[in-house]
């Protein structure tokens, strides 16, 4: 049972990137998925999340309207589109999940699963 992220890279101020995140191993139909991030010196947050019905997105008030998290039905692959990126978005993303989890819950200690994480820089 893996996750596996990818997609970040560099790219300017105002850009865009998509990562990916790869379910494998097991179904995720019942797993809430989301994508957190950890900057150098800081500790890793809640960055975007859905419900494990899959009807329901939350996204944290530094990324919203800019960023928009999606899932195929059976939650094998989870994206996040990132647009209008800023310096300060550079970090390293990582994909999560739980069964059962909301989506909403920005505790980290929350996620059970962890993919690799995805280096994100942003340059000015």
């Known amino acids: 049972v893996q996750l596996q992220a990818s997609g970040g890279g560099l790219v300017q101020a105002g850009g865009s990137l998509r990562p990916s995140c790869a379910a494998s191993g097991q179904s995720f139909s019942g797993y809430g998925m989301g994508w957190f991030r950890q900057a150098p010196g800081k500790e890793r947050e809640f960055v975007a999340g859905i419900h494990w019905s899959g009807r329901t997105t939350y996204y944290a008030d530094s990324v919203k309207g800019r960023f928009t998290i999606s899932t195929d039905n059976a939650k094998n692959t989870v994206w996040m589109q990132m647009s209008s990126l800023k310096p300060e978005d550079t970090a390293v993303y990582y994909c999560?999940?739980?069964?059962?989890?909301?989506?909403?819950?920005?505790?980290?200690?929350?996620?059970?699963?962890w993919g690799q994480g995805t280096l994100v820089t942003v340059s000015r």
């Open positions: 999560g999940a739980k069964l059962f989890w909301s989506g909403a819950d920005t505790d980290t200690k929350s996620i059970t699963l």
